[in-house]
């Protein structure tokens, strides 16, 4: 059975860092590409990162550049989301999710996502 599993979620106080785990089983994760979603009470779900299959480019949304990190491990079939400099506002349920398309940096949180996580919860508070 294809899917993806989520871990590393947690409290955290801001400023703090914790880093995300995205786990495939019954495929190979590299030949997808992979996107990081977040889901916050009472707002839509919201794209964060994603690492293209191919050759690897990464994206990210503007409210978290140069504070959050994608990256796999193809050996480990595992993609990671490096949290750092965590805010109040980053609290939401993230999710990852596995796509065959092409994605590039102006579609890439819009894509049909063909594998979803059950999410792991963040929550940054003091």
């Known amino acids: 059975q294809e899917q993806v599993v989520e871990s590393g979620g947690g409290l955290v106080q801001p400023g703090g860092s914790l880093r995300l785990s995205c786990t495939a089983s019954g495929f190979t994760l590299e030949h997808y590409s992979i996107g990081w979603f977040r889901q916050a009470p009472g707002k839509e779900r919201e794209g964060v990162s994603c690492i293209r299959r191919d050759d690897g480019s990464t994206y990210y949304a503007d409210s978290v550049k140069g504070r959050f990190t994608i990256s796999r491990d193809n050996a480990k079939n595992t993609v990671y989301l490096q949290l750092n400099s965590l805010k109040p506002e980053d609290t939401a349920v993230y999710y990852c999710?596995?796509?065959?398309?092409?994605?590039?940096?102006?579609?890439?949180?819009?894509?049909?996502?063909?594998?979803w996580g059950q999410g792991t919860q963040v929550t940054v508070s003091s």
């Open positions: 999710a596995a796509t065959p398309a092409d994605v590039l940096t102006y579609n890439w949180a819009r894509v049909p996502y063909r594998y």
